[in-house]
């Protein structure tokens, strides 16, 4: 006889029920957290953007450390307003700590910004749990700096119409506000014929470096020794200690390099003559080149600040030039091949040679002293950025009188990623372009962003 089957209807039941609770516990849980998560987001991103906004402050804070930390907060407060506003998606008891700058030490500091707020839950409050904490903190790392800003003043600076050495002068006392004169380092530098360190860098320098830049002249004679204008940023650059900072130079000009220093080869006898050969001295042209007009010898470093106007003066020791030095073919026999800042048969020397022709004997070139200062300067730039300093140049070009900036060369000094002869194995700089006065404030904003993304 066949036994009929049990039957088991009615147990399906109670399983669906107990299924359906725990099915639709999993689902508010997961409503409820993908809700914080969104807030968590939130709150990370603010943080962050706090932590970062605080390092880029830090230049404008005063005080001891704790003093600095107490006004960092109104720059927290106004982040959070924007990134995070009080009761985003219904969360409440929005809080953060104050925010806490430490001192690593090799010339760093890190800011910590640290956030809480609480989530409302929909579902979970059913076991009992009616809201979530969510945290979130952030660190953001400033670098100390040493920074040398070189100015051009030449001549065509005022030449231009309407002339544009006012709007440089604004420009680079905004550049100067931007560093931290409590750690950062800045150092100012001006070349024309000639080159002057006006502020070795040191701290506390807002002060006196913008009164430096407010008194500076330029005069319609003054021409563009580029090349001695770099060396000297540099000089002062390697001679401070060693401290974990960022090295960077700021070099700005509006034209072409017309003027160059050598050990030239010279008469030591008869009129006009020198006391030694070689004798160092600049020797420049005038903007446009040709043929002529070209002038020397004379001394490489400004005597006064601010500079004379015009700003060179004659070399000592040499007799029988006209008042202004315009009768040097007769005195100069050739230039030499290289330049050595410190002494001819000492290191470094920079080779005249380069991507433009030149000769060694054509003393009445304007286009050859071009053709050279061009080349020095981009021996220099690149002697400087393989230094043990690890020195970063920016570049700034101004479109000038006769002969506007260069675009190609300031980014080959720079070691501008657009450049032609970019090197991935040298530090990475930034030309920045300005075609007139009116956009100059413009690029030294630029640049100054550019330096403070680098240290932080």
């Given at each position: 006889?066949?036994r009929?089957?049990?039957?088991?209807?009615?147990?399906v039941i109670?399983?669906?029920?107990?299924?359906?609770?725990?099915?639709?516990?999993?689902?508010?849980?997961?409503?409820?957290?993908?809700?914080?998560?969104v807030?968590k987001?939130?709150?990370?991103?603010a943080?962050d953007?706090?932590?970062?906004?605080?390092?880029?402050?830090?230049?404008?804070?005063?005080?001891?450390?704790?003093?600095?930390?107490?006004?960092?907060e109104?720059?927290?407060a106004?982040?959070?307003?924007v990134?995070?506003p009080?009761?985003?998606?219904?969360?409440?008891?929005?809080?953060?700590?104050r925010?806490d700058?430490?001192?690593?030490?090799?010339?760093?500091?890190?800011?910590?910004?640290?956030?809480?707020v609480r989530?409302?839950?929909?579902?979970m409050?059913?076991?009992?749990?009616?809201?979530?904490?969510?945290?979130?903190?952030?660190k953001s790392?400033?670098?100390d700096v040493?920074?040398?800003?070189?100015l051009?003043?030449?001549?065509?600076?005022?030449?231009?119409?309407?002339?544009?050495w006012?709007?440089?002068?604004?420009?680079?006392?905004?550049?100067?506000?931007?560093?931290?004169?409590?750690?950062?380092?800045l150092?100012?530098?001006?070349?024309?014929?000639?080159?002057?360190?006006?502020?070795?860098?040191?701290?506390?320098?807002?002060?006196?470096?913008?009164?430096?830049?407010?008194?500076?002249?330029?005069?319609?004679n003054?021409?563009?020794?580029?090349?001695?204008?770099?060396?000297?940023?540099?000089?002062a650059?390697?001679?401070?200690?060693?401290?974990?900072?960022l090295?960077?130079?700021?070099?700005?000009t509006?034209?072409?390099?017309?003027?160059?220093v050598?050990?030239?080869?010279v008469?030591?006898?008869?009129?006009?003559?020198?006391?030694?050969?070689?004798?160092e001295?600049?020797y420049?042209?005038?903007?446009?080149?040709g043929?002529?007009d070209?002038?020397?010898?004379?001394?490489?470093?400004a005597?006064?600040?601010?500079?004379?106007?015009?700003?060179?003066?004659?070399?000592?020791?040499?007799?029988?030039?006209?008042?202004?030095?315009?009768?040097v073919?007769?005195?100069?026999?050739?230039?030499?091949?290289?330049?050595?800042?410190?002494?001819?048969g000492?290191?470094?020397s920079?080779?005249?040679?380069?991507?433009?022709?030149v000769?060694?004997?054509?003393?009445?070139?304007?286009?050859n002293?071009?053709?050279i200062?061009?080349?020095l300067?981009?021996?220099?730039?690149?002697?400087i950025?393989?230094?043990?300093?690890?020195?970063?140049?920016?570049s700034i070009?101004?479109?000038?009188?006769l002969?506007?900036?260069?675009?190609?060369?300031?980014?080959?000094?720079?070691?501008?990623?657009?450049?032609?002869?970019y090197?991935?194995?040298?530090?990475?700089?930034?030309?920045?372009?300005?075609?007139d006065?009116?956009q100059?404030?413009?690029?030294?904003?630029?640049?100054?962003?550019?330096?403070?993304?680098?240290?932080?």
């Open positions: 006889m066949r009929k089957p049990r039957l088991s209807r009615g147990q109670p399983v669906v029920v107990v299924l359906s609770f725990f099915l639709f516990g999993l689902a508010g849980l997961a409503v409820d957290l993908v809700y914080a998560y807030v987001a939130k709150l990370v991103t943080v953007a706090a932590a970062l906004a605080c390092a880029r402050a830090l230049p404008r804070m005063t005080g001891t450390e704790t003093v600095q930390e107490a006004q960092l109104t720059v927290v106004k982040l959070f307003s990134n995070f009080s009761g985003y998606l219904m969360s409440r008891s929005l809080s953060w700590v925010p700058i430490t001192n690593v030490g090799d010339g760093t500091r890190t800011v910590e910004v640290q956030a809480t989530v409302p839950t929909f579902f409050r059913l076991a009992g749990y009616e809201s979530l904490p969510m945290a979130a903190s952030a790392v400033r670098r040493n920074v040398i800003l070189v051009d003043r030449s001549g065509s600076l005022v030449l231009v119409s309407p002339p544009a006012d709007d440089v002068q604004d420009a680079a006392r905004y550049f100067v506000n931007q560093f931290d004169e409590s750690r950062d380092m150092g100012l530098v001006s070349f024309g014929s000639n080159s002057r360190l006006d502020f070795p860098p040191a701290t506390n320098f807002k002060a006196p470096v913008g009164a430096m830049i407010t008194a500076m002249n330029s005069h319609p003054n021409r563009t020794n580029s090349s001695l204008g770099l060396w000297t940023g540099f000089e650059l390697n001679a401070l200690p060693e401290r974990g900072a090295n960077v130079i700021v070099f700005f509006d034209g072409q390099p017309t003027a160059f050598n050990h030239h080869n008469r030591t006898s008869g009129s006009p003559s020198c006391t030694s050969t070689p004798k001295g600049v420049f042209t005038d903007q446009n080149g043929s002529g070209t002038w020397g010898l004379f001394r490489k470093s005597l006064t600040n601010p500079t004379p106007n015009p700003d060179y003066q004659l070399v000592t020791g040499c007799v029988g030039l006209n008042g202004n030095g315009k009768n073919s007769e005195l100069v026999t050739s230039f030499r091949n290289t330049w050595a800042p410190n002494g001819v000492t290191s470094p920079f080779s005249i040679f380069g991507p433009r022709p000769s060694t004997s054509n003393v009445t070139s304007g286009d002293v071009i053709n200062g061009y080349n300067t981009l021996n220099v730039a690149s002697y950025r393989q230094s043990s300093k690890q020195v970063r140049i920016f070009g101004l479109g000038g009188y002969y506007p900036a260069d675009d190609a060369f300031l980014q080959a000094i720079s070691n501008d990623p657009a450049s032609s002869t090197s991935p194995n040298e530090p990475t700089g930034l030309y920045v372009y300005s075609p006065q009116t100059l404030a413009q690029a030294f904003r630029r640049v100054a962003a550019e330096v403070a993304r680098l240290i932080q």
